[in-house]
């Protein structure tokens, strides 16, 4: 058994009704996955493909992360953030 880590931004939070259940409530998050480059059609619907194989009806855990600066500890929602930050508060000095 391998559990894959896979990394993304959350981009929307709802309210569902469970089927069949009129008064039954849950919540649905929807994640984009972060991806290296980007990819073209034909290779998005491959790995749409082989990502509903392996994860759809999956149990799994989300977990939001920090990215903290080293230098003064401030966190950052994304790796942007923390690049922006180090080149604004930690330019360095040297000639
Ligand atoms: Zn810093």
């Known amino acids: 058994m391998s559990s894959k880590r896979l990394r993304g931004v959350v981009r929307e ?5 469970e089927e069949g259940r009129f008064h039954s409530f849950r919540i649905r998050v929807g994640v984009v996955l972060k991806m290296e480059g ?3 059609y034909e290779e998005g ?3 749409v493909k082989r990502l509903r194989r ?3 009806g999956r149990e799994v855990e989300l977990e939001a ?3 903290r600066c080293p230098l003064c500890g401030r966190g950052f929602n ?3 953030g ?3 930050h ?6 360095e000095t040297n000639p």
């Open 38 to 40: 980007a990819m073209n």
């Open 78 to 80: 994304s790796e942007m």
């Open 82 to 84: 923390l690049k922006v």
């Open 54 to 56: 392996e994860l759809l």
């Open 86 to 91: 180090m080149k604004r508060s930690h330019k």
């Open 65 to 67: 992360l920090i990215y």
């Open 13 to 17: 939070i709802g309210l569902e009704r």
């Open 45 to 47: 619907e491959r790995l």
